[in-house]
């Protein structure tokens, strides 16, 4: 059963940083591209980043080019996205999944159940 959790969301003020992870388990992580989507409150879904299997290759949404990173380390099934210079704009649901890119709905069960970040003044 594939399980995605994830942490490390939290009310931040704008400029700050955090480090979200997603620890992986029921699969070969390794062999799997994952990605990042979030959910800004009453706005629809939106790809964040995605990074292939071994990490060599990695795409981000122009709203966040320069600022987030993502990564992976494969020998502890864990994914990250490191959240530099966060904007307001930035606040939302972030969902990890086991894909490339935006595929399904949160709720699939290759999703995660999401991580709260909220910057504000």
């Known amino acids: 059963e594939v399980q995605l959790v994830e942490s490390g969301g939290g009310s931040v003020q704008p400029g700050g940083a955090l480090r979200l992870s997603c620890a992986a388990s029921g699969f070969t992580f390794s062999s799997y591209a994952m990605s990042w989507v979030r959910q800004a409150p009453g706005k629809g879904l939106e790809l964040v980043s995605a990074?292939?299997?071994?990490?060599?290759?990695?795409a981000y949404a122009n709203s966040v080019k320069g600022r987030f990173t993502i990564s992976r380390d494969n020998a502890k099934n864990t994914l990250y996205l490191q959240l530099n210079s966060l904007k307001t704009e930035d606040t939302a649901m972030y969902y990890c999944l086991k894909a490339w890119g935006l595929v399904g709905s949160p709720g699939d069960n290759y999703w995660g159940q999401g991580t709260q970040v909220t910057v504000s003044s």
């Open positions: 990074i292939n299997s071994d990490g060599r290759t990695t």
